[in-house]
């Protein structure tokens, strides 16, 4: 069967949960999703108004998906990408490559004008965005803090 790639609904993202905990156990992310997690975070994301979300489908499953939110700055309309992942069985099939692909012409015909995301810095997945054409930013970094409840936060 051909792998077919198209818009996905908010019941698609819910069923592509499995696909987060699948494709995020191994390296370089290692990291252990339970379904309910996975479910409840593809739940934030397609109920977030202008979400846009892809899936590559074969014979009604679904393989991989990807998921832009509406990101206004100084610059125009950006997509921001929040998840993109595909069945570890179905890696490295160029499945991957035109998810971002379709993403960005439905996100260009929706008149948004830039797409950017997160991820490591290198190793196959910086690989596999700078194929696809993204740039790494030289002078950000992330930050974050571990949030913990104490007196001085209740003031
Ligand atoms: C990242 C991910 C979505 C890529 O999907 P994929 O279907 O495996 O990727 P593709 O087969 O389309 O590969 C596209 C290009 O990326 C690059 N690439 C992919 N895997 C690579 C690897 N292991 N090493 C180097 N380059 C790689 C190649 O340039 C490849 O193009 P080519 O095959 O024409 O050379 C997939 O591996 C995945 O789901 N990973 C786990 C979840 C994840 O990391 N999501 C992104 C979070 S930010």
Do not use: A
């Given at each position: 069967m051909p792998v077919i790639f198209q818009r996905i609904n908010e019941d698609h993202a819910l069923r592509a949960a499995a696909i987060i905990v699948k494709a995020?156990?191994?390296?370089?992310?290692n990291e252990a999703w339970t379904l309910e997690r996975a479910t409840a975070r593809m739940g934030e994301l397609s109920t977030t108004p202008g979400w846009l979300g892809v899936g590559a489908l074969e014979n009604g499953a679904l393989l991989g998906f990807a998921i832009g939110l509406p990101h206004t700055s100084a610059a125009g309309r950006g997509l921001y990408i929040p998840e993109i992942a595909v069945l570890p069985s179905h890696q490295g099939r160029g499945i991957g490559k035109q998810l971002l692909r379709f993403l960005e012409a439905e996100a260009l015909s929706s008149g948004f004008s830039s797409a950017w995301l997160l991820s490591q810095s290198e190793g196959a997945t910086a690989e596999y965005y700078k194929a696809s054409g993204y740039n790494q930013a030289t002078k950000l970094r992330i930050y974050s803090k571990p949030l913990k409840w104490s007196p001085e936060s209740a003031r």
């Open positions: 995020y156990i191994g390296p370089p992310w």
